[in-house]
T-cell receptor, first 112, second 115 residues
Framework: GESVGLHLPTLSVQEGDNSIINCAYS??????FIWYKQESGKGPQFIID?????DKRQGQRVTVLLNKTVKHLSLQIAATQPGDSAVYFC???????????FGTGTKLQVIP | KAGVTQTPRYLIKTRGQQVTLSCSPI?????VSWYQQTPGQGLQFLFE???????NKGNFPGRFSGRQFSNSRSEMNVSTLELGDSALYLC??????????????FGSGTQLSVL
């Protein structure tokens, strides 16, 4: 029979507010983490990355926080805009050679 | 610079058939990875090629195969298609410079429907 569709957690945010998207990763040996944004009908787009020897990295309107103690990653988007509406994936890289493991994703809905 | 190009954009096949998907990486990128995306399983790694060699492989049956050409273009093939192979197949390329972890640049994917 058909597999049950993956229920994506959804975060609804008012335009102009800050968004926080969370992710739990599985491999404590992962040495690199990435956030991707996927808009409808497109492939994932790189947003920001962070190495395991860091706990915070800032980009333009985005900040990634890494807590290795609890294997948790978060993406903060400041002043969320309608164009930020998309599915956001965290990904962990381990063992080199581009083997990237993606999380299940979070759907961000921005309310105008 | 052109992005990652995948062809065809949409494909409809029937069970038992085989299919070949194509990916042209960004010029100068030497690594090509393939992913399967479904609502039920999310994004799953299929395999990665660098300089015409498969360096990494995910947990998919042997019906899924791929190759990379000398110009870095890549193809993936799925034989004896099953209904569960219906998915968005994404290709990603990267520079893959030694000693550095590279950003993946994704194409828009090929949406495969198996009837």
């Amino acid at each position: 029979g058909e597999s049950v569709g993956l229920h994506l957690p959804t975060l609804s945010v008012q335009e102009g507010d800050n968004s926080i998207i969370n992710c739990a990763y599985s491999n404590s040996a992962s040495d690199y983490f990435i956030w991707y944004k996927q808009e409808s009908g497109k492939g994932p787009q790189f947003i920001i990355d962070i190495r395991s020897n860091m706990d915070k990295r800032q980009g333009q309107r985005v900040t990634v926080l890494l807590n290795k103690t609890v294997k948790h990653l978060s993406l903060q988007i400041a002043a969320t805009q309608p164009g930020d509406s998309a599915v956001y994936f965290c990904a962990e890289v381990s063992g080199g050679y581009q083997k990237v493991t993606f999380g299940t994703g979070t759907k961000l809905q921005v309310i105008p | 610079k052109a992005g990652v190009t995948q062809t065809p954009r949409y494909l409809i096949k029937t069970r038992g058939q085989q299919v070949t998907l194509s990916c042209s990486p960004i010029s100068g990128h030497r690594s090509v990875s393939w992913y399967q995306q479904t609502p039920g399983q999310g994004l799953q790694f299929l395999f990665e090629y660098f300089s015409e060699t498969q360096r990494n492989k995910g947990n998919f049956p042997g019906r899924f195969s791929g190759r990379q050409f000398s110009n870095s273009r890549s193809e993936m093939n799925v034989s004896t298609l099953e209904l569960g192979d219906s998915a968005l197949y994404l290709c990603a390329s990267s520079l893959a410079q030694a000693g550095d972890i590279e950003k993946l640049f994704f194409g828009s994917g090929t949406q495969l429907s198996v009837l």
